[in-house]
C-alpha cells in the first residue's frame, strides 16, 4: 500500500487457485464495510506485513482451513477479527493482533500456532475461541482479553503446549480467564491467567495428570472432573524431572490408548 484504502462494500476474494497472497501495508489501513473485508477459500495463505485491517463486520473470514501470517498485522473487525470456518494456522514467526469490538478477536474451529508466532485476541463475546483443539508449538504464545462476563479464552477441547510457549488469559469481568477441556503440557511452558470477580483464573473441564506451569492463576485453578491439578512456579528450574501424579493415575500411550 501507499496510502490507506477503503474496500467499500466489495471483498478482496483469495481462491484455491490464486493459492496465497502478501500484502505490504507500510504502515497504512486497510478498511471496509462488507461482510469481511478479506475472504478465503479453503487452504489459502494470507501474509500480513505492517497493516492494519479495518472491517465494519468481520475483518478476515475463512471458509474452511486457512492459513494467516505476517508481522505487525492488526486485524480489527466491528463483528469479529478473524472468523474461519475450520482450522486456522498461524504461520511461523508471525505477530498477530486481533480485536473484535462487538464479537471475538478469533473464533475457528481449530487453532495452530506455529514455533515463535506471538497471537492476541481480544474482544466483547472473549478474546480467543476455539470449537475443538489450540495448540502451540515451541516457543508460540497466544494472549486472550475480554472485559466483558464472557471467557477470555475458550477451548472445547484440547490446549496443547510445546516447551517454551506462552499463554496469557486475562478476564476484567466477572468471568474465566479461560474455560479448557483439557490440558496438555510438554517441557516448560508459561502460563498466566487472571479471572473475573466471580470466577476463577482457569477452569479446566477434565484434568487427570499433575502438570507444572510457570507463573501465576488468580483465582485458583478449578478443576470439574479428576485429580490433575497445575502448579505454578517462578522459576523453570522449580520444576521437577518427575512429576508426581495423583492415585491411580495411567499415562496415555499409544499403547493404552488401544487398549
Known amino acids: 500500500l501507499a496510502a490507506s484504502f477503503s474496500m467499500e462494500d466489495t471483498m478482496l476474494k483469495l481462491t484455491a487457485q490464486r493459492g496465497s497472497i502478501t500484502i505490504d501495508g507500510n504502515g497504512y489501513t486497510l478498511s471496509g464495510t462488507g461482510d469481511c473485508i478479506i475472504r478465503l477459500d479453503e487452504g489459502c495463505k494470507l501474509t500480513l506485513n505492517d497493516i492494519t485491517v479495518h472491517s465494519g463486520s468481520t475483518a478476515i473470514g475463512c471458509l474452511g482451513s486457512a492459513e494467516i501470517g505476517g508481522e505487525n498485522a492488526n486485524i480489527i473487525g466491528v463483528s469479529d477479527g478473524i472468523l474461519c470456518a475450520d482450522e486456522l494456522i498461524v504461520s511461523e514467526g508471525s505477530s498477530l493482533v486481533c480485536k473484535g ?66 499463554l496469557t488469559v486475562e478476564n476484567r469481568g466477572r468471568y474465566h480467564g479461560a474455560e479448557i477441556y ?31 506451569a510457570v507463573g501465576s492463576c488468580k483465582p485458583e485453578a478449578r478443576v470439574e472432573n479428576g485429580k490433575g491439578r497445575i502448579t505454578f512456579v517462578d522459576d523453570a528450574s522449580k520444576i521437577p524431572a518427575e512429576i508426581p501424579q495423583p492415585d491411580g493415575y495411567i499415562e496415555e500411550t499409544a499403547e493404552t490408548e488401544e487398549q
Do not use: P
Open 101 to 166: 469490538s462487538n464479537g471475538r478477536g478469533i473464533d475457528a474451529e481449530d487453532i495452530t500456532i506455529k514455533a515463535g508466532a506471538s497471537v492476541s485476541g481480544e474482544g466483547v463475546l472473549g478474546g480467543v475461541n476455539s470449537r475443538s483443539d489450540i495448540t502451540l508449538e515451541k516457543g508460540a504464545s497466544l494472549a486472550a482479553y475480554t472485559d466483558e462476563n464472557y471467557n477470555a479464552l475458550k477451548c472445547d477441547g484440547q490446549l496443547s503446549m510445546a516447551d517454551g510457549s506462552a
Open 182 to 212: 483439557e490440558f496438555a503440557i510438554e517441557g516448560a511452558v508459561s502460563i498466566n491467567a487472571a479471572g473475573g470477580s466471580e470466577a476463577t483464573g482457569l477452569f479446566i473441564t477434565e484434568q487427570h495428570s499433575n502438570m507444572y
